[in-house]
Each structure stands twice: as C-alpha cells, then as structure tokens.
Nanobody, 124 residues
Framework: QVQLVESGGGLVQVGESLRLSCAFS????????MGWFRQAPGKEREFVGT????????YYADSVKGRFTISRDNAKNTVYLQMNSLKPEDTAVYYC?????????????????WGQGTQVTVSS
C-alpha cells in the first residue's frame, strides 16, 4: 500500500507560479513512479506528467510542457509539481498518483494509488 497526500494548492493570478507537493508513504513507496493529473469541473481527469522512481526521467503533457516541472526527493518522501506561467485553463483539482513501473501512458487507470487532491485556481 502507498499513501499519498497533496498540498500547496491555492488561488493565484495569471502568470504566477505555484508549487504542489505530494508526500508519499508506505512499503517501497520510493520505488514507485509518480504521476500528476488534474480534473476541472465537468471534465475528465487529465494527465499532467510523470516521473520515474529515481527522478531521472520525466514526461509531460503538451499542454504543460515548458511551464511545469516534476521532481522528487526520495529522502523526504516527496514529489513536487512546479507550475510556472499559470493560465486560467490550469484551474483544476490536482492529484498525485503512484504506479509500480514508469510509463508514458497517460491513462489514469494505469495508476494504483491516488491522493485526495488539492485545488488550484488561476484568476484572471
């Protein structure tokens, strides 16, 4: 079992930055690949990006590439999502998720564990 807890969401203005954190725990949790997803009201859950267990490999959705960066610190049991140049369309609940092996598959079904989500609102 892997437990995930997101934090760091909030209300920001267009163009500002925000960093989300995902604290993970559980047996061998640091060996899991991690992903970030988001879900806006009335829309399906959308893939944002993923990182492998060591942090050496990342992959992003085209909609956030160049603006968002995923990193992890296994010593602190934390994964981060740095979001820069935020836009109103980035407004959503952001979820952290874990899967046993790294994959660029963007489907939520490939992830076994999920956090409760944190709200990000970008105001214009």
């Amino acid at each position: 079992q892997v437990q995930l807890v997101e934090s760091g969401g909030g209300l920001v203005q267009v163009g500002e930055s925000l960093r989300l954190s995902c604290a993970f725990s559980g047996r061998f949790a640091s060996n899991y690949a991690m992903g970030w997803f988001r879900q806006a009201p009335g829309k399906e859950r959308e893939f944002v990006g993923t990182i492998n267990w060591s942090g050496g490999v990342t992959y992003y959705a085209d909609s956030v590439k160049g603006r968002f960066t995923i990193s992890r610190d296994n010593a602190k049991n934390t994964v981060y999502l740095q979001m820069n140049s935020l836009k109103p369309e980035d407004t959503a609940v952001y979820y952290c998720a874990a899967r046993g092996s790294y994959s660029e598959n963007y489907l939520p079904g490939g992830y076994s564990y999920w956090g409760q989500g944190t709200q990000v609102t970008v105001s214009s």
